[in-house]
């Protein structure tokens, strides 16, 4: 069974940069799929991010390009998502998941809270 | 930028049946765009209902179903219970140029 669990801080001042970190549990991210960030801003709907294919390639949300990484630790089996220039607009609950082979987020973290403000 | 569109709510009375959809403001929804589905509940993560237009994901149950209707993809609830009362997203992969997803405003479902 694959897991995933996000990690993080949950406050980040804005124009600083947002970290977070997803460990992976019961797959290896170099085996296959895409390996995603998703978040959700307060009261609104899922926004695709960005994510990694197979620890190799990533892709990114054209509206949040210039300021987005996805990475690939292949020693801690983690993705990680660095997000620079924070402003309140930032603050969302952000969802790391592993889609299938036809391109659907099959499996997802629980989600973790991120909070932009001073 | 492409946009999906939802309606914003929709409402079923239980035991009825519920199509909601899923377009592109500009273009149709067609197989090609490998359309899936996701029910989300207040404080939780979003669960996967349909893949691949109408693939249901395991445990699912069959009174949800996905396919295209007309230019659309659609998520239809047949014989709908309470606890379908949830707000449902749907998302398009993109493969022209970089691979990307683009999700849906999400429907808000209430069953009364």
């Known amino acids: 069974q694959t897991l995933l669990q996000e990690s993080g801080p949950g406050l980040v001042k804005p124009s600083e940069t947002l970290s977070l970190t997803c460990s992976v549990f019961g797959y290896s991210i170099t085996s296959g799929y895409h390996w995603g960030w998703i978040r959700q801003t307060p009261g609104k709907g899922l926004e695709w991010i960005g994510s990694?294919?197979?620890?190799?390639?990533?892709y990114y949300n054209p509206s949040l390009e210039s300021r987005v990484t996805i990475s690939v630790d292949t020693t801690k089996n983690q993705l990680s998502l660095r997000l620079t220039s924070v402003t309140a607009a930032d603050t969302a609950v952000y969802y790391c998941?592993?889609?299938?082979?036809?391109?659907?987020?099959?499996?997802w973290g629980q989600g973790t809270q991120v909070t932009v403000s001073s | 930028q492409t946009v999906v569109t939802q309606e914003p709510s929709f409402s079923v009375s239980p035991g009825g049946t519920v199509t909601l959809t899923c377009g592109l403001r500009?273009?149709?929804?067609?197989?090609?765009?490998?359309p899936s589905w996701y029910q989300q509940t207040p404080g939780q993560a979003p669960r996967t209902l349909i893949h691949n237009t109408n693939a249901r994901s395991f445990g699912v149950p069959d009174r949800f179903s996905g396919s295209i209707l007309g230019s659309k993809a659609a998520l239809t609830i047949t014989g709908a219970q309470a606890d379908d009362e949830s707000d449902y997203y749907c998302a398009l992969y993109l493969s022209g140029g970089a691979p990307h997803w683009v999700f849906g405003g999400g429907t808000k479902l209430t069953v009364l």
């Open positions: 500009s273009g149709s929804v067609s197989t090609a765009y490998y």
């Open positions: 990694n294919h197979q620890g190799r390639t990533s």
């Open positions: 998941a592993r889609d299938y082979d036809d391109y659907a987020w099959v499996i």
